[in-house]
T-cell receptor, first 111, second 113 residues
Framework: DSGVTQTPKHLITATGQRVTLRCSPRSGDLSVYWYQQSLDQGLQFLIQYYNGEERAKGNILERFSAQQFPDLHSELNLSSLELGDSALYFC??????????FGPGTRLTVL | DQQVKQNSPSLSVQEGRISILNCDYTNSMFDYFLWYKKYPAEGPTFLISISSIKDKNEDGRFTVFLNKSAKHLSLHIVPSQPGDSAVYFCAATPETSGSRLTFGEGTQLTVNP
């Protein structure tokens, strides 16, 4: 158990819908990262927050957004969902700039 | 542009023997390298890391070797155990940024009893 929690575990929704994925980092970790793992691709970095502020952005679509709240939990919002958004979404956390520890992931299925 | 490559999608070894997983990178800004293990339906689990100031780091049965001139790293598992069967991902980051990890495609290791 990495100490990073993600909810929900599974999510099934329809195209055009909007969903929110939630992540609670390990106690004391200030950085939260979001990654996407599609069937045909490896783990792709989406976005990083550090202590409530956006720190780095990767291959994140404009339809996707994230935020980190004062209690350090983070949410990833995915809107206008398309079939191709079906993937595993992982959250990771770290104290600052060191090793990232991953949560169990949320499996999103868009029908 | 795949900056971190794991050229072997799969590797099969006998229990008790050595497993060697390889990883190549192209970005010379990468300074810190990590290996993660992933079981189905679980998140990646951190295994071992190495900074570019070292060429070897050891933790129990796991050793990571870094050859900076060749932009190559490898993970050695000795002795291999059936419970080591998983997908292994190599990841890299510029240490100064400490942000995004760039992952390889992963290698499925199967350790046969």
């Amino acid at each position: 158990d990495s100490g990073v929690t993600q909810t929900p575990k599974h999510l099934i929704t329809a195209t055009g819908q909007r969903v929110t994925l939630r992540c609670s980092p390990r106690s004391g970790d200030l950085s939260v990262y979001w990654y996407q793992q599609s069937l045909d691709q490896g783990l792709q970095f989406l976005i990083q927050y550090y202590n409530g502020e956006e720190r780095a952005k990767g291959n994140i679509l404009e339809r996707f957004s994230a935020q980190q709240f004062p209690d350090l939990h983070s949410e990833l919002n995915l809107s206008s969902l398309e079939l191709g958004d079906s993937a595993l979404y992982f959250c990771a956390s770290s104290i600052s700039t060191d090793t990232q520890y991953f949560g169990p992931g949320t499996r999103l299925t868009v029908l | 542009d795949q900056q971190v490559k794991q050229n072997s999608p799969s590797l099969s070894v006998q229990e008790g023997r050595i497993s060697i997983l390889n990883c190549d990178y192209t970005n010379s800004m990468f300074d810190y390298f990590l290996w993660y293990k992933k079981y189905p339906a679980e998140g990646p689990t951190f295994l071992i890391s190495i900074s570019s100031i070292k060429d070897k780091n050891e933790d129990g049965r796991f050793t990571v070797f870094l050859n900076k001139s060749a932009k190559h790293l490898s993970l050695h598992i000795v002795p291999s155990q059936p419970g080591d069967s998983a997908v292994y991902f190599c990841a890299a980051t510029p240490e100064t940024s400490g942000s995004r990890l760039t992952f390889g495609e992963g290698t499925q290791l199967t350790v046969n009893p």
